[in-house]
C-alpha cells in the first residue's frame, strides 16, 4: 500500500514545536521591520534571548507583533517593548525575556519584529525565538 505524505505524516501524529528562529540586524535603526516568519502551526513564544554588539552603551528596544496582514498593526506579544542594554546584560552576555501576555502565535499568522528606539550606535543584533 502507497500512502501520500500527508497520510504518513497523520500516522506520525502532530508536529511537534518549531526549532529555535535566529535573526541577524546589522546596524538596527529605529522603525525598522523584519518579517520573521510565517506560522506553519500554531505557535506558543517561550523565550526571546537577544544581545547587541559595538556601540558606547548601546542599547534597542523592540516589539514583536503578528497578525494574517503585514500591513496592518497586529497584536502585539508584550504590553511594552523590550530593551537589549548594558543595563539588562544585553551588550555581554545576552538579555532574556518570557512571560509574554500574548505568547500565541495562530496558524498562518506573520510574526515580524519592529524596531522602537535604538541608542549608542550598536553594529548588530541578534535575536532569538524559542517556541513551546
Known amino acids: 500500500m502507497v ?20 535573526i541577524w540586524l546589522a546596524n538596527p535603526q529605529t522603525a525598522e521591520r523584519r518579517i520573521l516568519l510565517r506560522a506553519p502551526q500554531p505557535l506558543s513564544l517561550q523565550r526571546i534571548e ?3 554588539t559595538g556601540g558606547t552603551s548601546p542599547s534597542v528596544s523592540l516589539t514583536l507583533r503578528h497578525g494574517a496582514d503585514v500591513s496592518a498593526a497586529g497584536t502585539a506579544v508584550s504590553s511594552s517593548p523590550l530593551t537589549i542594554s548594558s543595563a539588562n546584560g544585553g551588550a555581554t552576555t545576552g538579555a532574556v525575556f518570557s512571560g509574554f501576555q500574548n505568547p500565541a502565535v495562530p496558524m498562518d499568522h506573520w510574526l515580524w519584529l519592529e524596531i522602537t528606539a535604538v541608542s549608542g550606535s550598536p553594529t548588530g543584533l541578534a535575536v532569538s525565538l524559542r517556541f513551546s
Open 50 to 52: 537577544a544581545v547587541l
Open 3 to 22: 500512502l501520500s505524505w500527508r497520510q504518513l505524516a497523520s500516522l506520525l501524529g502532530p508536529p511537534g514545536p518549531m526549532a529555535p528562529q535566529l
